[in-house]
């Protein structure tokens, strides 16, 4: 009888942990698609493929704007290395952060990427970039 009970909740709990295993692998391949959206000028794809936390984190304009200055005072991408990484899931939602070196034509920066991972998908919860190339230009 004991083990009837245990196995739905081994089962709800592991199902949960899923994200968790798998979010890593899962996440990474958005930044190359976020820098390739970025790339290209495609902000507005940026934006709308975004999480809805991510869209109401700063108004649409801004969040455009930030792209396009990315865009005119660094240039496109050059190459990219994820330094750090780590996945917490909180409630059965699975965060994924990652700390990105990143090579630009004009200059270097460290972004941060936060996403939210549900099965296979990720979407952009977070975005920060840090770069004296880009203030000082």
């Keep these: 009888m004991r083990n009837l009970i245990l196995i739905p909740i081994l089962a709800l709990l592991l199902s949960g942990c899923g994200d968790t295993f798998k979010g890593k692998a899962v996440a990474e391949p958005q930044i190359a698609v976020f820098h390739e959206r970025l790339d290209a000028g495609r902000y507005e794809e940026i934006y709308a493929a975004a999480n809805d936390d991510f869209r109401k984190a700063a108004p649409k304009e801004k969040v455009l704007q930030l792209f396009s200055a990315i865009g005119k005072k660094l240039g496109k991408v050059k190459s990219s ?16 952060v990652f700390g ?8 270097t920066a460290t972004e941060t990427f936060t996403f939210r991972v549900a099965g296979d998908q990720a979407t952009l919860v977070g975005y920060n970039i840090n770069s004296l190339d880009m203030m000082s230009r």
């Design 100 to 107: 990105v070196e990143t090579q630009f034509e004009q200059g």
């Design 81 to 96: 290395a994820t330094k750090s990484w780590n996945v917490k899931t909180f409630n059965l939602v699975t965060t994924v």
